[in-house]
Each structure stands twice: as structure tokens, then as C-alpha cells.
């Protein structure tokens, strides 16, 4: 699925005038947390949708990110945009140091790897008061941050940084680096023997991913004014990430997008409906996508073109 490069910046300017309509608050939150999730899914994608390894700790940057953002706001007095950008390149930081190991693992390891940062960073955040005797994260209270601005504010914060995010993963799919990501996922041990840097390749993509699901967990935290650990590093982010980018199609620019999308609706009207058992109907969804659509709706729209 290919479609032409002024579309999709035509859909975020139409996007942008959104607002001039006046429309209610509930509408601004479902679009933000629309963005939200395109923004992550795709973040997501251009690491194990590119390269084939699955990561299921991506919570975990998203976890710091909210944290970072929330400790510089409501200990350090930083202004939110600093703060949110200093989180996003901690999150990056932290994950160059951690694929330089994990990402010499590969399959089910890489993925049980990634789990196990995720709940190790759940449990610093946990009780590292408790442990060392002081007040930082405030533990399962969580933390409460400055009042926040008002919801069109956030509107165009998660759609700029959505739009970015999804720019960001065309350009790479075009150069040489998304190539290089693509053959990797394809047979890393031949790209290796044609003399790409495998190593280096996983790793800074893996940074990159982790640094703009760092900067969206910032903006999150901002936008519910108090998170908790619980909240932020809970692993249904990580499934809700994996589930969207399946169903779009996984390894393409707009796959995600679309998946985040049409998953972020489905979850209002569902999850609003079903409180008890929605996690029951996203596990029925999950194996419907494995079993028929394995290669996402991108995958199937693209069949469907080849055969005529």
C-alpha cells in the first residue's frame, strides 16, 4: 500500500483545522489518544515491524517517559516542552545501553529480555522509595503534575508529534538504514555477510523507537495530570502497541497508523461497553489477525491489487 506522499499531509492539515469547529471535550480527548497510539504503534513498528524482532518491553520507555516529564515538571519546576524532551532522550540513552545486549538475542530471548526490563523499571519505580529511604516517586501513590493546559493544546501536541513520528518511519523506509532494517528481518545472517553492520543497525533503530515512545509517554503524563506505575508500565501498552501494528500490517509506514486507528475506535465503543471482558474480545482479535490476516490489512489490500 503505497499511497501518494501529499495524502497523508493533506489528512493532518484537515486534522489541524479540527479545532475550528468547536468541537466538545470528549471528542478532543478520543482524537488525542488516537494520535497517542498511531504515535506509539508506529514507533513500535519501525523497530520489530522493520527488523522482525518482537519487542514486548516498550512500556517500559514509555513508563520513563512519563516519569522523567512528571519528576522535572513537579520536583524540578522545568517547563513542559524541556522536560518532555529530556525524557525522550533518556528513554533513548537507556535503550542504547540496553540493545547493546538485547539485541544480541534473538526470538522468544530478545522478547523475554525486553519483558524483563519493563518490569524491572515497573519495580525501581515501585520501591525505590521505600528501599532507599526517601521521597522521589512516591511509589503506588504516584505522582500528581501542574495543572494542565487545556485539551486543544494536547490535540496538537499528539497530532504534530504522531505526524512526526510517521514521518519519520517513511523517510527511513525509503534510505539505505530501512534497507538495511528490512534485510535484517529477512536473513540477518546474509546482510551481515554482504556487509551491513547488523549490530549498529538494531541498535540505533531500537534508541530511536525508545527515544519517541519516551517523548509521547511525556506528553501522556502532562495530558492525565497524575500517573502511576501501575498506569504507565502496565504491559497491556505493550500488547495494545503489538495488537495495532498487526492488524494494520507490520514493516509498512501507514500499516500502524491505520491499525492504531481502527483499534482506538473499536476500544471506545468495546471497552466503554464490555468494562469485564474486553481484554477477552482483544485476545479473540489478536488470534483473528494471526490466523487470517497475518500480514495486516495493508498486506491483504496489497494481494487483492497484485491479483487483478
Known amino acids: 500500500m503505497k499511497p501518494k506522499a501529499y495524502v497523508w499531509p493533506a489528512i493532518a492539515f484537515l486534522l489541524a483545522l479540527f479545532p475550528l469547529l468547536q468541537l466538545e471535550g470528549y471528542y478532543y480527548r478520543v482524537l488525542s ?11 513500535w513498528n519501525l523497530t520489530s515491524g522493520f527488523t522482525g524482532y518482537i519487542d514486548f518491553g516498550a512500556v517500559g520507555y514509555f513508563g520513563i517517559g512519563n516519569y522523567a516529564t512528571a519528576l522535572l515538571m513537579a520536583r524540578g519546576g522545568v517547563d513542559f516542552f524541556p522536560a518532555v524532551f529530556t525524557g525522550g532522550i533518556l528513554s533513548g540513552a537507556i535503550a542504547l545501553f540496553i540493545g547493546r545486549y538485547t539485541m544480541k538475542l534473538r526470538g522468544a530471548y530478545f522478547g523475554i529480555a525486553t519483558l524483563a526490563f519493563a518490569e524491572a523499571a515497573k519495580q525501581i519505580v515501585l520501591e525505590s522509595d521505600r528501599t532507599f529511604k526517601m521521597t522521589l516517586f512516591e511509589g503506588s501513590h504516584g505522582i500528581t503534575l501542574p495543572i494542565a493546559h487545556g485539551e486543544p493544546f494536547f490535540y496538537y501536541t499528539f497530532l504534530a508529534t504522531a505526524f512526526l513520528i510517521v514521518l519519520t518511519v517513511y523517510i527511513i ?21 554482504a556487509g551491513i553492520d547488523t549490530q549498529r543497525c538494531k541498535v540505533l533503530v531500537y534508541a530511536l523507537t525508545s527515544a519517541m515512545i519516551g517523548v509521547l509517554g511525556g506528553i501522556n503524563a502532562y495530558w492525565l495530570t497524575y500517573i502511576s506505575p ?10 495494545q502497541m503489538i495488537v495495532m501494528a498487526l492488524l494494520g500490517g507490520t514493516g509498512t509506514v501507514f500499516g500502524p497508523v491505520l491499525g492504531a486507528t481502527m483499534l482506538s475506535i473499536a476500544n471506545e465503543v468495546i471497552g466503554a461497553r464490555f468494562l469485564y471482558t474486553y481484554l477477552l474480545i482483544l485476545g479473540f482479535i489478536i488470534l483473528f489477525i494471526v490466523i487470517f490476516l497475518p500480514r495486516g490489512i495493508t498486506g491483504l489490500i496489497s494481494l487483492k491489487r497484485v491479483r487483478k
Open 230 to 239: 501501575n498506569d504507565v508500565f502496565s504491559v497491556i501498552h505493550t500488547i
Open 33 to 43: 489518544m488516537i494520535f497517542l497510539w498511531v504515535g506509539l504503534a508506529s514507533a
Open 173 to 193: 523506509n525509503g534510505h539505505k538504514f530501512g534497507y538495511a532494517l528490512k534485510a535484517i528481518k529477512e536473513a540477518e545472517d546474509s546482510a551481515e555477510l
